[in-house]
């Protein structure tokens, strides 16, 4: 059997239009639409047709007067569908089914779904000789295997115009199977079988019974001749494999006048009766090739959805990520004049009430103060005397209130960059932290309003326009009150930028540890208790916050690893060269003192983080992580079923 209607292909199908509807829904695509359209025909048009009992469509067809409803009656075994009078009397399509099927309506559903209208069954014949939607007839003769059609005609009109042509089309265009009605007047007319064969052809090949209503003193021969006129005409060099029987139909003054049905007589040796031909098709035989074509279009349509989803998942995997470099910079920002004089000042505070006794003493006679620090301390002097603090470091009160006006700042730009239609960051294009990030946007620029300009100096700048499905997360950050948000991040500022308890403890744990490494010798020249004195007072003060290793920098180099999930984050506790510090005692104090600035460091733009993530940010990327993830594992389950469905594809039976 053709791998088409394999179980697991079936399912393939089923999972592949879900999971696109629920990406387009959780995505929000442009496309939404688009997809619930597809999953519909999908449902209604192509899964019904997959299921083993679905009957072959067979659809009679041929010009005005042919005699289609005369056959279509003597087929179903009733005359239900009008006949005779002008030509042109059938205005829309019948269609019979076993009435075995009344049980199960999904059949009846999807055969008139091509049609968009709802399964309305027949009640009296002159509802077809008025225009409108399909109707259906259930049969008592007619095979359980077969839907018979009959269609209006589609070569009656004028000038041009055919009267009923769409209707016709749009009934051939559903049939797996067609017969072909037509008679000594039109076998030759070639606009009746371009037409046809135009039908035929339209998705995938489908084959076709001729049925001609001949003069009874034609030979079968002479009825050979013109059917194979016909087939020619239909199907070219290929006539022998699509036309799968030729039949007559006796022109009897009986039928005429509806005293009798039409007879059909199949022309050459050993064919069976057309109602017994049809019987014995193999529907899944006959309509795999039809249903290889819609299904291949299926299979298009969703590679089409899943390109879209992909695309849509990475400019929301990149605006979160442009979110959080944002965020980052805010809170690189928000820490500009963090007092880490005073932490120094604390740990060295620890430092000197850890002191052995006798160390004590001799610090008060003054004999432990040595070289390294004697020179620290001129520096400190040179610089007190000459220099303003080059980063503003300002003392006390002015230091809270600079403090403030960074957080307000840093916190104002973050939200600002939250409720703006798009993210726009300005990055150094060889800072590695954002490298990612910037190969990223590199990708998706163009598609999704992403943008990426160069700007001077090795700059960059890169515009994100919020992903649609954030949009409602956006909205409620919007409505909410800034201002009082603000007030109660200002009433935590300084519980958040102070000493903490857990810093506090961190501190003392630090000294702890420090005094377990020193070596006898370093606790006898206890260097460090006064250098501690001496730093804050110097530039020692004045740090950095960098992404990328500030190379060539004099002073403590702090890495602060991990941060925000990006790359290694630096701090740069500045010494003045005019120090004069020996390369041993700089490497010396940086042992010591790193770790301080490390834990120090570490904890504030920890804290101003979680501030900004839960007062600015942290819906979107909630949503944003939830909606990555969720479609992440869509995506892979829609490629699984397309690479199954393709592969039934490519099978054949
Ligand atoms: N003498 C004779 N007349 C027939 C035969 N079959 C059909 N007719 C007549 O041909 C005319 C057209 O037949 P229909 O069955 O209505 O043809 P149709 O193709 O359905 O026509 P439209 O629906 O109008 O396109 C009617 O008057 C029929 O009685 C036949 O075998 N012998
Ligand atoms: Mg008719």
Request: hydrophobic share 45%.
């Amino acid at each position: 059997m053709d791998a088409l209607y394999d179980d697991g292909t079936i399912e393939a199908i089923r999972r592949l239009t879900e999971d696109a509807a629920r990406l387009a829904n959780l995505l929000v695509l442009t496309s939404r639409a688009d997809v619930d359209g597809w999953k519909q025909a999908v449902d209604n048009r192509l899964l019904p047709r997959l299921m083993p009992e679905f009957p072959l469509t067979v659809a009679i067809c041929g010009g005005g007067s042919a005699g289609k409803s005369s056959l279509f009656n003597s087929l179903t075994g009733e005359a239900v569908s009008p006949t005779g009078g002008r030509a042109g009397i059938n205005r829309r399509l019948l269609i019979s089914l076993s009435s075995t099927h009344r049980a199960a309506p999904a059949f009846a559903r999807a055969l008139l779904d091509p049609f968009g209208c709802p399964t309305q069954l027949l009640e009296d014949q002159t509802q077809l000789t008025t225009p409108g939607d399909p109707l259906l007839h259930y049969s008592d003769t007619l095979p359980v295997k077969l839907a018979l059609l009959d269609t209006p005609d589609f070569d009656t009109g004028a000038g041009g115009s055919y009267l009923n042509r769409e209707m016709a089309e749009a009934a051939l265009s559903a049939a797996d199977v067609l017969v072909y009605i037509f008679t000594n007047a039109n076998y030759n007319n070639r606009d009746n079988t371009d037409f046809i064969a135009r039908m035929l052809t339209a998705v995938g090949i489908r084959k076709c019974f001729l049925v001609y209503r001949a003069y009874p003193s034609f030979s079968d021969q002479e009825v050979l001749e013109h059917a194979g006129t016909v087939s020619h005409n239909l199907y070219g060099d290929q006539a022998q494999e699509h036309v799968l029987g030729v039949y007559r139909a006796g022109e009897d003054n009986r039928v005429a006048a509806g005293e009798r049905p039409m007879a059909v007589t199949p022309v050459g040796d050993g064919q069976a009766g057309l109602l017994a031909a049809l019987g014995q098709l193999d529907p899944r035989r006959i309509k795999s090739d039809l249903h290889r074509s819609i299904f291949g279009d299926v299979v298009r349509k969703g590679t089409g959805f899943l390109q879209q989803a992909e695309a849509s998942k990475d400019h929301l995997k990149v605006y979160l990520d442009g979110l959080r470099t944002a965020q980052r910079h805010s809170v690189q920002d928000a820490l500009g004049h963090l007092p880490m004089d005073a932490v120094l000042r604390r740990f060295s505070q620890i430092w000197r009430d850890t002191d052995p006794s006798h160390i004590r003493i001799m610090r008060q006679t003054g004999r432990v103060v040595e070289s390294p620090v004697r020179l620290m301390m001129r520096a400190a002097a040179w610089f007190r005397g000459s220099q303003p603090d080059p980063q503003g470091h300002a003392g006390g009160e002015d230091l809270a209130a600079v403090m403030e006006v960074d957080l307000i700042r840093a916190a104002n730009r973050l939200r600002k960059a939250v409720v703006d239609p798009a993210i726009v960051l300005h990055l150094a294009q060889a800072d590695p932290a954002t490298g990612p990030l910037r190969v990223a946007v590199h990708r998706l620029a163009g598609s999704a309003g992403v943008t990426q300009a160069p700007t001077d100096a090795g700059m960059v700048t890169f515009t994100i326009p919020l992903h649609a499905a954030l949009a409602s997360d956006q909205a409620a950050i919007r409505a909410t009150d800034w201002s009082a948000e603000v007030d109660d991040m200002l009433a935590r500022q300084e519980t958040l930028l102070g000493l903490t308890r857990r810093l506090e403890a961190e501190l003392q744990r630090l000294a702890h540890e420090q005094r377990a490494r020193m070596t006898t010798f370093d606790q006898i020249r206890q260097t460090f208790s006064a250098m501690l004195n001496i730093i804050p007072a110097t530039a020692a003060v004045t740090y950095v916050l960098h992404t990328g290793d500030p190379v060539g920098a004099t002073g403590i180099k702090v890495k602060l690893a991990g941060l925000f999930g990006l790359n290694d984050l630096y701090a740069l506790v500045a010494i003045p060269a005019t120090a004069g510090m020996k390369k041993a005692d700089l490497k010396q104090l940086e042992s010591l003192l790193a770790p301080v600035a490390r834990a120090w460091l570490t904890h504030k733009l920890k804290a101003i983080e979680a501030l900004f993530e839960e007062k600015i940010t942290g819906s979107l990327l909630q949503t944003g992580a939830a909606v990555v993830d969720t479609a992440a594992g869509r995506i892979a389950s829609m490629t699984e079923s397309l690479s199954r469905c393709e592969r039934a594809l490519e099978k054949r039976a």
